[in-house]
């Protein structure tokens, strides 16, 4: 991700959180969009995105930054699998086109319907598939949610950020948790909304001008306060700005 409009800089950013999870070109389609706040996990999520990709027949997006890209960490690399045969591939995924020789049908995969009723049955049918990936397919984790009075929402390397944040509060007395979504999309929507319930306040923390927090406040739909704080440029948020943030905005 950038850290400005355009060309930017590679740095630590999060500004192309709309640019995923909204879709980058035409038509009512949604990509799998997966956020890593580890080196193990950009290297567990690459495995990952090509199995649901494969399974839904759609894009699979890791959506790293600037700071994880830059780390370094141990990682343990997966096995590698056994490189299949054609037959192999047909058998699994028999729309795949792989050159045909006339042995078998021809597979031609297009997006495009002259026919406008049998356009809309197609995206009809793409609209069915992207509830199920909804239904089955939500990410995310939480941390210090059993007695929190306040909930710090955050991906990637903002919530590793927000860890350590949690940490200073409750050393002050502010009993804070974290939700972090790790499926930007499907976005865990209803999970943010449930645990919203039993806290006075969330905090959204971003490394932009605020962009995830739409979606935090259309899950919550204006039960509780929701407020952002986010730095932008490549420059990345301490930990004291954003206890000073929750102090002054929220508790």
């Not at 009512?28 to 839904?56: C, G, H, R």
């Not at 979504?181 to 306040?201: D, H, Y």
Request: net charge neutral; charged share 25%; proline share 6%.
């Amino acid at each position: 991700q950038r850290g400005g409009p355009g060309l930017g800089t590679i740095q630590p950013s999060q500004s192309d959180y709309f640019q995923a999870t909204r879709g980058g070109g035409n038509g009512d389609y949604y990509v799998i969009v997966l956020a890593p706040n580890s080196v193990q996990e950009m290297a567990d999520f690459v495995d990952l995105a090509f199995t649901l990709a494969f399974k839904y027949r759609t894009p699979a997006m890791i959506l790293s930054d600037g700071v994880i890209g830059q780390m370094m960490e141990k990682v343990v690399l997966p096995p590698f699998k056994p490189r299949r045969t054609e037959e192999e591939i047909l058998k699994e995924c028999p729309w795949a086109s792989t050159g045909c020789d006339g042995s078998r049908k021809r597979n031609v995969i297009t997006s495009l319907e002259l026919k406008s009723e049998v356009m809309e049955e197609r995206n009809i049918h793409l609209q069915e598939k992207y509830k199920t990936i909804r239904e089955n397919e939500v990410r995310y984790e939480t941390k210090f949610m059993d007695d929190a009075d306040y909930m710090i929402v955050a991906f990637g390397s903002a919530a590793r950020i927000a860890e350590k944040a949690i940490e200073m509060a409750r050393k002050k007395g502010i009993k804070v948790g974290l939700l972090r979504p790790i499926t930007l999309w499907p976005f865990p929507s209803k999970e943010i909304e449930a645990a919203a319930k039993n806290v006075k306040g969330i905090l959204v923390a971003e490394i932009n001008a605020g962009q995830m927090v739409d979606d935090v406040k259309l899950a919550v739909s204006g039960s509780v306060p929701v407020v952002h704080y986010g730095r932008l440029g490549g420059i990345v948020p301490e930990p004291e700005e954003m206890v000073n943030v929750l102090k002054e905005k929220l508790v």
